[in-house]
């Protein structure tokens, strides 16, 4: 029968293994995770803009559900998550599983829904610190319903950008007071660009203790309708709109994650090998005790069996000698 200590080993052996098997493929390829909020063909656009831009390293993955972003957050190998979402429905409960995400040093990068209170919760505070309260949107078609992006302060979302541009939206989120004129919450956050209208943040920047790096873009409202001028498709083909875009989940992706999760797989594996070596030393005195046992034993043994021997000589030979 197998004793405790035996399985006990082999267990710790097998998630040794799991865990080199996944330290492997974390240093391999990484993951850039994108989620539409419902609309999969936009996720799917924005996806095929960073394969084909090729500037970020990974494999580039669209999922279709919050429980799959979930999931994304909690694997070991995605170093940044891209969300659109223009309804709370497709991004509630989100909080729980992305910010850890990005005070562990994940990536993320937040459009419209996403930095908006009370929809996206703790996410438009701690990750997309717009602390957007209000909206600001153009619903008439008859205009031509752009946000001018005007240069704040320089980051590395802003290479090679133009220090003003236009960018098709239907709207943004603001953080408002009473009268629906923007407020400037101050935080620990860079604004790249602002809208020329309202003032509001257009790009944000943030960056966690660990590394974790997101950018929040409020005004990028679009509309499933081909017909409309804030149809998503036109977005796409929008050279400024694709650039910004790209430098925005290139800066996101240069995060800490990866790194970190290596570092803590390597740390537990060297934990789990001492812990092997450990067990490996006490089975070996074990055996050594049980060896010494078994000689102490049969040297009892024997020194009963020499006894027994010198008896039965004493009394079956000797007595009947001493007798006569």
């Known amino acids: 029968m197998m004793t405790t200590r035996l399985r006990a080993l082999i267990v710790s052996l097998i998630l040794l293994l799991n865990l080199c098997t996944i330290s492997a493929q974390s240093e391999v390829e990484p993951v ?19 394969e084909e831009d090729g500037s970020v390293e990974g494999e580039v993955m669209v ?10 957050a909690a694997l070991p190998t995605t170093k940044c998550i891209v969300m659109y979402a223009d309804h709370r429905n497709y991004i509630s409960g989100l909080w729980s599983a992305l910010v850890p995400f990005f005070k562990e ?12 209170m009370p929809s996206a919760g703790t996410l438009a505070t701690e990750v997309f610190p717009v602390f957007g309260n ?31 541009f236009d960018v098709l939206s239907m709207g943004t989120y603001l953080s408002a007071d009473e009268g629906g004129d923007h407020v400037r ?16 943040p257009l790009v944000a920047v943030h960056e966690s203790e660990r590394g974790g790096r997101s950018v929040a873009l409020p005004g990028i409202m679009v509309v499933t309708v081909p017909r409309l001028d804030v149809y998503y498709g036109n977005l796409i083909s929008d050279q400024a709109f694709v650039d910004l875009f790209m430098n925005c989940v290139s800066w996101a992706s240069e995060n800490s994650r990866i790194e970190a999760v290596e570092g803590e797989l390597t740390e537990t594996i060297s934990e789990y090998e001492e812990s092997r070596q450990d067990m490996k030393d006490s089975a070996d005195e074990s055996d050594r005790e049980r060896r010494n046992r078994r000689l102490m034993t049969l040297v009892v043994l024997w020194a009963i069996g020499l006894v027994a021997c ?6 079956g030979l000797l007595a009947p000698l001493e007798t006569d």
Request: proline share 3%.
């Open 32 to 50: 850039i995770v994108v989620y539409g909020g419902g609309q999969s063909e936009f996720a799917e656009m924005l996806a095929t803009l960073i």
């Open 63 to 72: 999922v279709y559900s919050r429980q799959s972003v979930e999931l994304a």
């Open 105 to 116: 040093g994940g990536g993320l990068v937040g459009m419209t829904e996403l930095c908006y």
């Open 134 to 164: 209000s909206s600001d949107v153009v619903t008439s078609p008859r205009e031509t319903r752009t946000r001018t992006y005007v240069l704040e302060e320089e980051t590395e979302v802003n290479a090679g950008l133009p220090d003003q």
């Open 185 to 200: 919450v101050p935080g620990d956050y860079q604004v790249a660009y602002r809208d020329e209208v309202t003032g509001c």
């Open 310 to 315: 010198a008896v039965a000589v004493k009394k």
